[in-house]
């Protein structure tokens, strides 16, 4: 069974930086793609950046040239590097891996909060 777990939130300040880390474990031959999304209090969850396979990103407007989504293979982590971080960023952050193990896996992190706030 494939696992996959956020670390990396935290508190900042406004103009601040964060990496978030999102970590799948288990048996893993690959690693097709993987999403970021936040969920804000009161706010329905959104997708914040893609990666598909190891170069192909999208980004919401709102992050774009602030936010890179990036992947290392060979640790099976995928990364969310956030820069000059605004309060409206803040949320929990959840990771969503799709891939192969034995069969195919669509897995859900079970988030981590980042809060911007002076």
């Known amino acids: 069974q494939v696992r996959v777990v956020e670390f990396g939130g935290g508190s900042v300040q406004p103009g601040g930086s964060l990496r978030l880390s999102c970590a799948a474990s288990?048996?893993?031959?690959?690693?097709?793609?993987a999403d970021w999304h936040r969920q804000a209090p009161g706010k329905e969850r959104e997708l914040v950046a893609s990666?598909?396979?190891?170069?192909?990103?999208k980004y919401v407007e709102t992050v774009k040239d602030r936010f890179t989504v990036s992947t290392d293979n060979a640790a099976n982590t995928v990364y969310l590097h956030m820069n000059s971080l605004k309060p409206e960023d803040t949320a929990v952050y959840y990771c969503?891996?799709?891939?192969?193990?034995?069969?195919?896996?669509?897995?859900w992190g079970q988030g981590t909060q980042v809060t911007v706030s002076s």
């Open positions: 288990g048996i893993i031959f690959s690693i097709y793609a």
């Open positions: 969503n891996v799709r891939g192969r193990s034995y069969h195919y896996f669509d897995t």
């Open positions: 990666i598909i396979g190891n170069a192909s990103t």
